[in-house]
């Protein structure tokens, strides 16, 4: 049964940092492709980072911003965010794709002006 679960989110004031990380149960981050999507209130589900055996991608709004990075050794894989801001604010889900697609349970992020 694969498991994940989101830690990190919290309340912090614009500018500030946070740092995500998705803790995998049941299949193996480094063979896997892993992300991070969010959901802010009224809004669908977007991306925001994805990593791969080969490659990674983010989205436009958080480029430059935001890395994720995984530790294989851990069995997790992370997302730094620097300079937040009040449109990050979302709930945070952490994703893996092996032969279906699994979620976490998400972590809340809230940015203050």
């Known amino acids: 049964q694969v498991q994940l679960v989101e830690s990190g989110g919290g309340l912090v004031q614009s500018g500030g940092s946070l740092r995500l990380s998705c803790a995998a149960s049941?299949?193996?981050?480094?063979?896997?492709?892993m992300a991070w999507y969010r959901q802010a209130p009224g809004k669908q589900r977007e991306l925001v980072a994805r990593?791969?055996?080969?490659?990674?991608d983010y989205a436009e709004s958080v480029k430059d911003r935001f890395t994720i990075s995984r530790d294989n050794a851990k069995n997790t894989v992370d997302l730094q965010m620097n300079s937040l801001k009040p449109e990050d604010t979302a709930v945070y889900y952490c994703?893996?794709?092996?032969?279906?697609?699994?979620w976490g349970q998400g972590t809340q992020v809230t940015v203050s002006s």
């Open positions: 990593i791969s055996s080969d490659r990674i």
């Open positions: 049941g299949t193996t981050v480094s063979a896997n492709v």
């Open positions: 994703f893996v794709q092996t032969w279906r697609v699994y």
